[in-house]
C-alpha cells in the first residue's frame, strides 16, 4: 500500500506504543506487515523525525520509543537544517514575531523542530497548516527571521 509521509508517521507511532521494537528492520518489517512499505534509511529519518529514542526496559534490552513531550526533548544537529531545508518555503518579518510559509499541511513538522532545536533568540512558535509564527526575542526578530533564512538556505 502507498502511504505518504504523515501516514506513515502514524503508523510508527502506533506499532512503537504498542510492540516492543528493538531495531529500524524490526520497524520495518512490523510496517511491512500492516502493508505500508519504506527502506530503512526512510525509517531512520522517520525516526529522527519523530524525536524516538532508545530507551532500556526489563531484562537490559533496548526499544524505540517516542516522548510524550517531545517538546522537551531537544532535536538532533542536524535535525532542524533537514526539516527547513525540505519544507520552509519563505521567511517574513514584523517585528519580532517571523512568519514562516510551508507546504500545506507540513507546518506542524517544521514548528516541532524549531520548538526543539534550542534556536538562540526563539521563545517559542504557533504553527497552523502551511504558516509557523515563530516568537523571536524582544528586539531579535531580524537576527532570527536572516538565521532561519540561511539555515533553510533561502538566500
Do not use: C, F
Amino acid at each position: 500500500m502507498a502511504t505518504n509521509k504523515r501516514q506513515r508517521h502514524h503508523r510508527i507511532q502506533l506499532l512503537l506504543s504498542a510492540e516492543a521494537i528493538s531495531s529500524q528492520s524490526q520497524l520495518v518489517e512490523a510496517l511491512a506487515g500492516e502493508g505500508v512499505e519504506a527502506t530503512q534509511a526512510t525509517v531512520s529519518r522517520d525516526l529522527d523525525e519523530l524525536g524516538a529514542v532508545k530507551v532500556r526496559v526489563a531484562g537490559g534490552s533496548t526499544i524505540y520509543a517516542i516522548p510524550e513531550l517531545p517538546t522537551e526533548q531537544m532535536a538532533p544537529e542536524g535535525h532542524l537544517r533537514r526539516v527547513l531545508g525540505e519544507w520552509l518555503a519563505e521567511v517574513a518579518r514584523s517585528g519580532d514575531l517571523v512568519v514562516l510559509r510551508t507546504p500545506p499541511g507540513v507546518a506542524h513538522v517544521v514548528g516541532s523542530a524549531l520548538d526543539r532545536s534550542g534556536l538562540e533568540n526563539l521563545i517559542g512558535t504557533v504553527a497552523g497548516d502551511d504558516t509557523v509564527l515563530a516568537i523571536a526575542e524582544e528586539g531579535r526578530g531580524s537576527q532570527l527571521a536572516s538565521n532561519l533564512s540561511d539555515i533553510a538556505d533561502l538566500n
